[in-house]
Protein backbone atom coordinates (compact mmCIF):
# COMPACT_ATOMS: atom_id res chain seq x y z
CA UNK A 1 0.00 0.00 0.00
CA UNK A 2 1.28 3.66 -1.20
CA UNK A 3 1.93 5.83 2.18
CA UNK A 4 0.46 9.59 2.01
CA UNK A 5 0.40 11.73 5.07
CA UNK A 6 -0.12 15.79 5.91
CA UNK A 7 2.19 17.49 8.39
CA UNK A 8 1.35 20.15 10.54
CA UNK A 9 0.13 21.71 14.32
CA UNK A 10 -1.75 21.19 15.64
CA UNK A 11 -4.31 19.05 12.86
CA UNK A 12 -7.38 18.20 15.14
CA UNK A 13 -9.68 20.23 12.41
CA UNK A 14 -7.85 18.72 9.17
CA UNK A 15 -10.19 17.20 6.52
CA UNK A 16 -7.35 15.90 4.38
CA UNK A 17 -6.69 12.44 5.35
CA UNK A 18 -11.06 12.16 4.12
CA UNK A 19 -10.39 14.05 0.69
CA UNK A 20 -7.33 12.01 0.02
CA UNK A 21 -8.62 8.73 0.46
CA UNK A 22 -11.64 9.36 -1.48
CA UNK A 23 -8.95 10.52 -4.45
CA UNK A 24 -7.35 7.43 -3.67
CA UNK A 25 -10.30 5.62 -4.28
CA UNK A 26 -11.56 7.05 -7.83
CA UNK A 27 -8.42 6.30 -9.03
CA UNK A 28 -8.01 2.79 -7.78
CA UNK A 29 -4.87 3.43 -6.13
CA UNK A 30 -4.46 1.29 -2.60
CA UNK A 31 -2.88 3.86 -0.89
CA UNK A 32 -3.81 5.52 2.58
CA UNK A 33 -3.58 9.25 3.93
CA UNK A 34 -2.99 9.79 7.32
CA UNK A 35 -2.54 12.88 9.90
CA UNK A 36 1.33 13.26 11.44
CA UNK A 37 0.83 15.86 14.14
CA UNK A 38 4.24 17.57 13.46
CA UNK A 39 5.41 20.27 16.71
CA UNK A 40 8.47 22.32 15.05
CA UNK A 41 10.98 20.35 17.06
CA UNK A 42 9.94 17.62 15.50
CA UNK A 43 10.23 18.76 12.18
CA UNK A 44 13.51 17.03 11.21
CA UNK A 45 12.61 13.62 12.86
CA UNK A 46 9.18 12.98 10.86
CA UNK A 47 11.03 14.01 7.63
CA UNK A 48 13.17 11.45 7.96
CA UNK A 49 10.66 8.71 9.50
CA UNK A 50 8.97 9.53 5.97
CA UNK A 51 11.58 8.63 3.94
CA UNK A 52 12.79 5.86 6.26
CA UNK A 53 9.21 4.25 6.22
CA UNK A 54 8.99 4.64 2.26
CA UNK A 55 6.19 7.42 1.88
CA UNK A 56 5.24 8.19 -1.40
CA UNK A 57 4.49 12.24 -0.55
CA UNK A 58 3.20 14.32 2.03
CA UNK A 59 1.24 17.48 2.24
CA UNK A 60 2.49 20.13 4.39
CA UNK A 61 0.57 23.26 6.37
CA UNK A 62 0.89 25.56 9.17
CA UNK A 63 3.42 25.69 11.00
CA UNK A 64 6.24 24.24 8.53
CA UNK A 65 4.69 25.63 4.52
CA UNK A 66 7.97 28.01 4.78
CA UNK A 67 10.44 25.71 7.59
CA UNK A 68 9.81 22.58 4.80
CA UNK A 69 11.78 24.23 1.94
CA UNK A 70 15.27 23.48 4.03
CA UNK A 71 14.69 19.52 3.06
CA UNK A 72 13.82 20.28 -0.39
CA UNK A 73 16.01 19.56 -2.78
CA UNK A 74 13.96 21.18 -5.58
CA UNK A 75 10.71 23.19 -5.85
CA UNK A 76 8.18 24.27 -8.67
CA UNK A 77 7.11 28.02 -10.20
CA UNK A 78 4.42 28.13 -7.48
CA UNK A 79 6.60 27.70 -4.44
CA UNK A 80 9.26 29.28 -5.44
CA UNK A 81 6.99 32.81 -6.06
CA UNK A 82 4.80 32.24 -3.01
CA UNK A 83 7.60 31.07 -0.62
CA UNK A 84 5.79 28.91 0.53
CA UNK A 85 5.17 24.82 0.00
CA UNK A 86 2.15 22.96 0.22
CA UNK A 87 2.79 19.48 -1.55
CA UNK A 88 6.15 17.40 -1.13
CA UNK A 89 6.70 14.25 -3.33
CA UNK A 90 9.29 11.75 -2.40
CA UNK A 91 11.26 10.27 -5.24
CA UNK A 92 12.67 6.98 -5.38
CA UNK A 93 16.14 7.94 -4.33
CA UNK A 94 14.38 9.98 -1.28
CA UNK A 95 15.20 13.24 -3.19
CA UNK A 96 12.14 15.70 -2.13
CA UNK A 97 10.76 18.43 -4.76
CA UNK A 98 8.22 20.42 -3.21
CA UNK A 99 5.02 22.40 -5.25
CA UNK A 100 2.54 24.26 -3.99
CA UNK A 101 -1.06 23.85 -5.08
CA UNK A 102 -3.02 26.32 -3.22
CA UNK A 103 -2.26 28.63 -5.52
CA UNK A 104 -3.85 26.25 -8.26
CA UNK A 105 -6.82 25.27 -6.24
CA UNK A 106 -7.47 29.31 -5.47
CA UNK A 107 -7.77 29.49 -9.25
CA UNK A 108 -10.03 26.92 -10.22
CA UNK A 109 -11.92 27.35 -7.45
CA UNK A 110 -13.33 30.99 -9.47
CA UNK A 111 -16.10 30.51 -11.52
CA UNK A 112 -15.63 31.17 -15.26
CA UNK A 113 -18.01 33.51 -15.38
CA UNK A 114 -16.43 36.02 -12.80
CA UNK A 115 -13.52 38.04 -15.13
CA UNK A 116 -11.08 39.41 -13.18
CA UNK A 117 -8.91 40.64 -16.03
CA UNK A 118 -7.90 44.10 -15.85
CA UNK A 119 -9.82 44.09 -12.51
CA UNK A 120 -9.10 45.27 -8.94
CA UNK A 121 -9.36 43.45 -5.65
CA UNK A 122 -9.21 43.91 -2.27
CA UNK A 123 -6.95 41.07 -0.35
CA UNK A 124 -7.40 40.88 3.57
CA UNK A 125 -4.56 39.55 4.99
CA UNK A 126 -0.89 39.00 4.69
CA UNK A 127 0.09 35.29 6.01
CA UNK A 128 0.86 32.63 3.71
CA UNK A 129 -2.54 32.17 2.33
CA UNK A 130 -2.34 35.67 1.09
CA UNK A 131 0.32 35.00 -1.44
CA UNK A 132 -1.44 32.53 -2.64
CA UNK A 133 -4.17 34.28 -3.38
CA UNK A 134 -2.28 37.10 -4.90
CA UNK A 135 -0.37 34.71 -6.86
CA UNK A 136 -3.57 33.36 -7.75
CA UNK A 137 -5.36 36.82 -8.56
CA UNK A 138 -1.96 38.10 -11.12
CA UNK A 139 -2.90 34.59 -12.76
CA UNK A 140 -6.53 35.71 -13.31
CA UNK A 141 -5.49 39.10 -14.94
CA UNK A 142 -5.86 41.42 -11.62
CA UNK A 143 -4.07 44.80 -12.44
CA UNK A 144 -4.65 46.20 -9.03
CA UNK A 145 -4.56 44.17 -5.40
CA UNK A 146 -5.38 46.37 -2.35
CA UNK A 147 -3.83 44.87 0.71
CA UNK A 148 -5.56 45.20 4.45
CA UNK A 149 -3.40 43.97 7.51
CA UNK A 150 -3.73 44.88 11.00
CA UNK A 151 -0.12 45.59 11.00
CA UNK A 152 1.34 47.55 8.24
CA UNK A 153 4.84 48.45 9.53
CA UNK A 154 5.12 44.34 9.31
CA UNK A 155 4.07 43.92 6.09
CA UNK A 156 6.38 45.63 4.46
CA UNK A 157 8.77 43.58 3.59
CA UNK A 158 5.72 41.51 1.96
CA UNK A 159 4.37 44.04 -0.62
CA UNK A 160 7.97 44.72 -1.51
CA UNK A 161 8.49 41.06 -2.34
CA UNK A 162 5.21 41.37 -4.10
CA UNK A 163 5.74 44.02 -6.11
CA UNK A 164 9.24 42.33 -7.03
CA UNK A 165 7.24 39.34 -8.49
CA UNK A 166 4.44 40.68 -10.20
CA UNK A 167 5.87 44.48 -11.74
CA UNK A 168 2.83 44.72 -13.43
CA UNK A 169 0.38 44.56 -10.64
CA UNK A 170 -0.36 47.99 -8.59
CA UNK A 171 -0.11 47.15 -4.89
CA UNK A 172 -1.22 49.25 -2.36
CA UNK A 173 -1.59 48.61 1.57
CA UNK A 174 -4.02 50.17 4.61
CA UNK A 175 -4.95 49.50 7.94
CA UNK A 176 -7.99 46.98 7.73
CA UNK A 177 -9.77 48.42 10.43
CA UNK A 178 -9.97 51.47 8.44
CA UNK A 179 -11.97 50.15 5.75
CA UNK A 180 -14.81 52.43 4.88
CA UNK A 181 -15.87 52.12 0.97
CA UNK A 182 -14.92 49.28 -1.04
CA UNK A 183 -16.83 50.96 -4.49
CA UNK A 184 -13.84 50.07 -6.31
CA UNK A 185 -13.24 46.36 -6.18
CA UNK A 186 -14.27 43.70 -8.30
CA UNK A 187 -13.53 41.14 -5.92
CA UNK A 188 -13.15 40.80 -2.18
CA UNK A 189 -10.71 37.69 -0.71
CA UNK A 190 -10.38 37.11 3.04
CA UNK A 191 -7.53 34.86 3.78
CA UNK A 192 -7.13 36.02 8.06
CA UNK A 193 -8.60 33.11 10.01
CA UNK A 194 -11.30 35.46 10.96
CA UNK A 195 -14.60 33.20 10.81
CA UNK A 196 -13.35 29.88 11.15
CA UNK A 197 -14.46 27.73 13.13
CA UNK A 198 -12.87 27.49 16.59
CA UNK A 199 -11.12 30.23 16.13
CA UNK A 200 -13.61 33.27 15.78
CA UNK A 201 -16.40 31.75 14.27
CA UNK A 202 -19.36 34.80 15.35
CA UNK A 203 -16.85 37.37 13.88
CA UNK A 204 -16.46 38.43 10.35
CA UNK A 205 -13.36 40.70 9.29
CA UNK A 206 -15.87 43.01 7.26
CA UNK A 207 -19.03 44.45 9.05
CA UNK A 208 -22.41 44.57 6.85
CA UNK A 209 -22.54 48.56 6.22
CA UNK A 210 -19.09 48.33 4.78
CA UNK A 211 -19.82 45.16 2.68
CA UNK A 212 -22.62 47.27 1.21
CA UNK A 213 -20.54 49.56 -0.93
CA UNK A 214 -19.27 46.91 -2.61
CA UNK A 215 -20.78 47.19 -6.57
CA UNK A 216 -23.27 44.66 -7.70
CA UNK A 217 -21.07 42.84 -9.77
CA UNK A 218 -18.48 42.09 -7.34
CA UNK A 219 -17.73 38.84 -5.77
CA UNK A 220 -17.07 37.78 -1.94
CA UNK A 221 -14.28 35.25 -1.58
CA UNK A 222 -13.45 33.51 1.72
CA UNK A 223 -10.78 30.75 1.77
CA UNK A 224 -12.25 29.45 4.92
CA UNK A 225 -14.11 26.16 4.65
CA UNK A 226 -15.63 25.31 7.83
CA UNK A 227 -18.16 26.86 8.37
CA UNK A 228 -18.72 26.69 5.08
CA UNK A 229 -20.87 30.03 5.28
CA UNK A 230 -18.42 31.91 7.33
CA UNK A 231 -20.32 35.29 8.94
CA UNK A 232 -18.23 37.37 6.04
CA UNK A 233 -20.38 35.26 3.04
CA UNK A 234 -23.45 35.13 5.20
CA UNK A 235 -24.04 39.08 4.80
CA UNK A 236 -22.45 38.96 1.39
CA UNK A 237 -25.49 36.97 0.18
CA UNK A 238 -27.97 38.99 2.03
CA UNK A 239 -26.15 41.80 -0.05
CA UNK A 240 -26.74 40.13 -3.14
CA UNK A 241 -23.14 39.56 -3.92
CA UNK A 242 -21.51 36.46 -5.33
CA UNK A 243 -19.71 34.14 -2.96
CA UNK A 244 -16.84 31.64 -3.28
CA UNK A 245 -16.25 29.89 -0.22
CA UNK A 246 -13.20 27.62 0.42
CA UNK A 247 -14.34 24.40 0.10
CA UNK A 248 -13.68 23.99 -4.00
CA UNK A 249 -10.21 25.79 -2.92
CA UNK A 250 -9.47 22.73 -0.21
CA UNK A 251 -9.96 20.09 -3.03
CA UNK A 252 -8.40 21.26 -6.29
CA UNK A 253 -5.28 21.79 -4.21
CA UNK A 254 -5.50 18.55 -3.34
CA UNK A 255 -6.79 16.94 -7.00
CA UNK A 256 -3.57 19.27 -7.58
CA UNK A 257 -1.24 17.57 -4.84
CA UNK A 258 -2.08 13.86 -6.66
CA UNK A 259 -1.90 14.65 -9.93
CA UNK A 260 1.68 15.50 -8.40
CA UNK A 261 2.48 12.13 -7.11
CA UNK A 262 0.02 9.69 -9.83
CA UNK A 263 0.47 11.65 -12.84
CA UNK A 264 -3.75 11.31 -13.07
CA UNK A 265 -6.38 13.20 -12.54
CA UNK A 266 -8.55 11.98 -9.36
CA UNK A 267 -12.32 12.79 -9.04
CA UNK A 268 -13.23 16.16 -7.76
CA UNK A 269 -17.24 15.30 -7.03
CA UNK A 270 -15.55 12.13 -4.93
CA UNK A 271 -13.66 14.26 -3.04
CA UNK A 272 -15.80 17.30 -2.60
CA UNK A 273 -18.16 14.97 -1.15
CA UNK A 274 -16.17 13.41 1.24
CA UNK A 275 -15.23 16.92 2.59
CA UNK A 276 -19.18 18.22 3.11
CA UNK A 277 -19.75 14.94 4.20
CA UNK A 278 -17.01 14.87 7.28
CA UNK A 279 -17.39 18.79 7.79
Known sequence: MEKFCLIGYPLGHSMSA??????????????????????????????KHLKREGYRGFNVTIPHKVPI????????????????????KINPDKSLKGYNTDVIGFIE??????????KTAALLGTGGASRAAAMGLAQK???????????????????????????????????????????????????????????SADFTPIEKDVLSTLPKHAAVYDIIYNPRKTILLKLSEELGLKTINGCDMLVYQAVAAQKIWFGQTPDFKSMKLALLENL
Open 109 to 118: AIPTEIDLDG
Open 141 to 199: GVENIDIYTRNIPNALDYIAYLRKQFDKITFNIYQINRITDLSKYDILVNTTPIGMQGY
Open 18 to 47: HIHNAGFESLGINANYELLETPPEKLVDTI
Open 69 to 88: ALFVDEIDKYADITGAINTV
